[in-house]
């Protein structure tokens, strides 16, 4: 399979080679911003400046997924009920141990197993485009003041990165319940490099494509 960064310089090759007059440098970086304070040195960064950077320089096919979405987190350990007297309580004691169990989507990485995964898109390179625009420039646009971190983390979303074997070997995992985000096994994205901007462009991102980002009552 193809690296996307070649896969970038061959859309540039063409772009020349067109009768189109556009610039071919980058593909479209029109993608909006909340509300906030504009850093008025911000700059952003290109898209062949983006795709240099891990985990998109060795990414051959990039998916946004969805998961755990019939996972209601709980804000607490929730105790089992006690043992059944009568046939109601026997009803809910079966139905406390098949409630839905949360998933670890990091053993996908183990695995290479996608049979957790609710909803996929495979995005095509616009698309890559707007989702690294998203990463590397959302929290540059303003100015950022402070950063915090939420005490929870129930992610139900993802970005998955594939190597040119179409083996997974970097996930970012984002929880918009809770506006907190974690990659792995790299660590090489987390809420520390995020901002309180960066989610609600994210989640539009993933809705725009037809992935559900919260929780589905059934």
């Given at each position: 399979?193809k690296n996307?960064?070649?896969l970038?310089?061959?859309?540039c090759?063409c772009?020349?080679s067109?009768?189109?007059k ?7 970086d029109?993608y909006?911003?909340s509300e906030?304070e504009i850093n008025?040195?911000y700059h952003?960064v290109s898209?062949?400046?983006?795709i240099?950077n891990y985990?998109?320089?060795?990414a051959?096919?990039i998916?946004?997924?969805?998961y ?6 709980s804000s607490?350990?929730?105790?089992p ?5 009568t046939?109601?309580d026997s009803v809910?004691?079966n ?6 169990k949360?998933i670890?989507f990091?053993?996908?990485?183990e ?11 495979t995005?095509?390179l ?8 998203i990463i ?5 646009k ?8 939420s005490g929870?983390f129930s992610?139900?979303?993802?970005i998955?990165?594939?190597d ?10 984002i929880?918009f319940?809770?506006g907190n985000?974690?990659s792995y096994?790299?660590k090489?994205f ?6 309180e901007?960066?989610y609600?462009?994210?989640?539009k991102?993933?809705?725009s494509?037809g992935l559900?980002?919260q929780?589905?009552s059934?």
């Open positions: 399979m996307i960064l070649f970038f310089f061959a859309f090759y772009f020349h067109g009768q189109k556009k610039n071919p440098k980058d593909l479209p029109d909006a911003f906030g008025k040195n952003p898209f062949g400046q983006r240099k985990p998109f320089n060795k051959s096919k998916k946004i997924v969805s755990n979405l019939n996972f209601k987190k607490g350990y929730l105790p009920p006690p043992p059944p007297k046939k109601e809910q004691l139905e406390f141990y098949h409630l839905p949360s670890d990091r053993e996908i990485i695995n290479q197993s996608e049979k957790e995964i609710e909803e996929s898109k995005l095509n616009e698309e890559i485009s707007k989702l690294s625009h590397f420039n959302t929290c540059n303003h100015v950022i003041t402070m950063f915090s971190q929870c992610p139900r979303n993802a998955v990165f594939y040119e074997n179409d083996r997974i070997f970097e996930i970012i995992e929880c319940e809770c985000v974690e096994p790299s090489f987390n809420w520390k490099k995020a901002c901007f960066i609600p462009e994210l989640e991102f993933f809705q494509k559900q980002t929780y589905i059934k």
